[in-house]
């Protein structure tokens, strides 16, 4: 049975509904509540609306009646609905946005979370060949498998763009969904951040002059309006970029592959020295190439049929990576003499031109530099649609959950493309700790709202379903919340004091926000097209909410 909190009904529209529907069971009781609504409206009674109980079969026969025409499709999402009381929901607005398809979106994921293997070489240089091949073949299954599994689950639960903001206000609360948006968002706008620093560092080469000075400032300022007005034009066009940028940065690793297995000395990738490992640095590096899978969870409300297209694009993004990192790693130690030094950011270039010669050499680097442009767009795409979600909860004033005319959320670009600009002066280690930090906070959240939900509800509707029960998810948990807890016992004392700042900047933001919303100063609201996260009835176990 669905529920469904029904706003009065005006006469003409119960005749209607009458005409329409003489085929529904004897056991609705819709047109004796409509009446008994239509009564007291007219009577200008101020009687909360009745609760209009409807089976499944007919809801789906009253969606499309005029009687229904005002309220809100939930289109995909298989759960209950819940509509405002004591009036009819606010007409959806209309985006001209169209929805993202599985290719798109697993291109999209894979620039999320890798973007190619531009950014593996320190694995090397700190750890060696064999740790940096085992790294990226383990820690998958230690932490990228999981989160990909919870944000499968989770993002076909809350099909919206509030993502993961949404799932943590669920199970813990809005001060903690707030908390959660706040770290994520910032983490993500530092980790866009160094973009356009990396695409700079692999032209500088052919172009010294980016290297350093005003004309580096200037094509910062330049690339980044640039991709911010690819954000801006819509998520489709974003979404085949991604995919053009992907088989155009992913093609000259096959070709090197190739072209190197006739050099490949297998002995090479096991070159290990435990007493020579800068632990820091090398599990920072395997951190922050193999996560961010749940970032594209804040565009679920953009995917098309997100119960079907989200778990099956996470599954194809998950294969992609791994072997975009692996395979250029096996290639690259294999047929080329092992010095560590040499293995830093942009090293792939070098040994490109000693397995194949200059020409392979450019491809990787002009490829390199599409790959962080991809990057960049996906990033701010699920920064800006994470914001656009947030205030359509009401965590945000309203002017957030503006969309320009190609459905695309305008404020958060601009607030977005503005924390890009202000950072990208930090460098690539200082970036890549800082962001990790805050990462990790939020994902201790995550991993709570998720076994909470598992435990207090678990007859709750979930389209995708991993299916352990209770204590095997608690169990799948456990091995990524040890790799954060030493994650954040690694970090420098001044990544943890500028991180820990903005985690309390954050825990002051949520109630100064709600001091204005209380003022009225600034306006805030709840988007009618959204399930409500905080109704009354709390004892159903289908309930998915705080």
């Known amino acids: ?39 007291a409206h007219c009577n200008g009674a101020k009687e909360e609306p009745p609760i209009v109980f409807v089976s499944d079969s007919d809801h789906q026969k009253l969606r499309t009646s005029p009687a229904r025409q005002t309220s809100v499709s939930m289109g995909e999402i298989n759960r209950a609905e819940y509509v405002s009381v004591g009036e009819s929901p606010s007409p959806a607005v209309v985006s001209n946005a169209k929805k993202v398809s599985v290719l798109p979106l697993v291109f999209l994921i894979f620039y999320e979370v890798s973007g190619g293997p531009f950014g593996v070489e320190d694995s090397v240089g700190a750890a060696g060949p064999l740790l940096a091949l085992l790294g ?37 609360g809005p001060f903690w969904g707030f908390q959660q948006g706040w770290m994520k968002w910032l983490s993500g706008v530092i980790d866009n951040a160094l973009y356009p620093v990396l695409f700079l560092d692999y032209l500088k080469s052919e172009i010294p002059a980016l290297g350093g000075g ?11 309006v640039i991709l911010t007005y690819m954000n801006y034009r819509g998520l489709t066009i974003v979404g085949w970029v991604a ?45 922050w190439n193999l996560n961010y899978w749940d970032s594209i969870s804040t565009l679920a409300g ?11 694009a996470l599954f194809y993004a998950l294969i992609l990576v791994v072997l975009s990192y692996f395979l250029p790693l096996l290639s690259g130690t294999g047929a080329i003499a092992l010095n560590r030094e040499l293995w830093t950011d942009g090293y ?102 998720f076994i909470k939900l598992r435990i207090k509800h678990p007859a709750a509707s979930r389209p995708y379903k991993i299916p352990v029960g209770t204590a095997g998810s608690i169990l799948m948990c456990i091995p990524p919340t040890i790799l954060i807890c030493i994650v954040l016992a690694l970090s420098t004392v001044k990544v943890m004091i500028v991180s820990l700042a903005a985690v309390a900047i954050g825990l002051l933001l949520q109630p100064g926000l709600k001091y204005v919303e209380k003022k009225r100063w600034l306006k805030f609201s709840v988007s009618a097209d959204l399930p409500d996260l905080h109704f009354a009835n709390r004892d159903r176990p289908d309930t998915l909410v705080y």
């Open 1 to 39: 049975m669905t529920y469904r909190q029904e706003p009065p009904i005006s006469a003409s529209q119960i005749h209607s509904a009458e005409l329409d529907h003489k085929e529904l069971q004897p056991q609705s009781i819709l047109p004796a509540a409509a009446a008994a609504a239509a009564s």
């Open 136 to 172: 990226f073949l383990v820690f998958p299954l230690i932490w990228s498998i999981p989160e990909a599994l919870i944000t499968a689950e989770m993002g076909t639960m809350f099909p919206e763009n509030g993502g993961y903001v949404v799932w943590v206000s669920s199970a813990l």
């Open 214 to 224: 005003l004309p580096r400032v200037a094509a910062v300022l330049a690339l980044t």
């Open 243 to 287: 995919v053009i940028l992907g088989v155009f940065s992913i093609l000259p690793f096959a070709v090197m592959g190739l072209v190197s297995i006739p050099k490949l000395r297998p002995a090479r990738w096991v070159v290990v020295n435990l007493k020579d490992v800068d632990w820091n640095l090398y599990l920072n590096t395997l951190f």
């Open 302 to 312: 953009e995917v098309e049929n997100p119960n079907k297209t989200l778990p099956k």
């Open 348 to 449: 792939f270039s070098d040994v490109a031109k000693i397995i194949g010669g200059a020409w392979l050499g450019w491809w990787i680097q002009g490829a390199a530099a599409m790959s962080n442009m991809g990057m960049f767009v996906a990033e701010m795409s699920s920064d800006s649609f994470q914001l656009l979600g947030m205030a359509e909860r009401g965590m945000l004033p309203e002017f957030f959950s503006k969309r320009s005319r190609h459905g695309t959320p305008l404020i958060g670009i601009l607030f977005s493309a503005s924390g890009v600009v202000l950072l990208s002066w930090l460098s690539f280690q200082e970036i890549v700790a800082a962001e990790n930090f805050l990462y990790c906070f939020g994902m201790i959240l995550e991993f709570l709202a």
